[in-house]
């Protein structure tokens, strides 16, 4: 199962919500937070999503996941 990872961070004024392994922004704001909670609903959506937000120094400040983890076990 694969997992789609988005992120948050500065484009010049703007804040842009992409998708790993995607060469297009999916979305630009104006405001940070509208772009955290965008990206934040992308996540959550996604089978096994995760959200990465990035200061303006594009240093990562906080890292969400959501969906469930596959399960591991142990045989034997």
Same mark, same amino acid.
């Given at each position: 199962?694969?997992?789609?990872?988005?992120?948050?961070f500065p484009a010049g004024a703007h804040?842009?919500?992409?998708?790993?392994? *995607? #060469?297009?922004? &999916?979305?630009?704001?104006?405001?940070?937070?509208?772009?955290? @909670?965008?990206?934040?609903?992308?996540?959550?959506?996604?089978?096994?999503?995760?959200?990465?937000?990035?200061? *303006? #120094?594009?240093? &990562?400040?906080?890292?969400?996941?959501?969906?469930?983890?596959? @399960?591991?076990?142990?045989?034997?």
């Open positions: 199962m694969s997992r789609h990872i988005f992120h948050v804040w842009e919500v992409t998708q790993q392994n *995607r #060469d297009d922004v &999916l979305a630009s704001f104006e405001d940070r937070n509208q772009a955290i @909670a965008w990206g934040m609903d992308l996540a959550k959506r996604a089978t096994m999503g995760q959200l990465r937000i990035y200061r *303006r #120094d594009h240093s &990562l400040v906080e890292e969400f996941t959501f969906g469930e983890e596959p @399960a591991f076990f142990e045989f034997g």
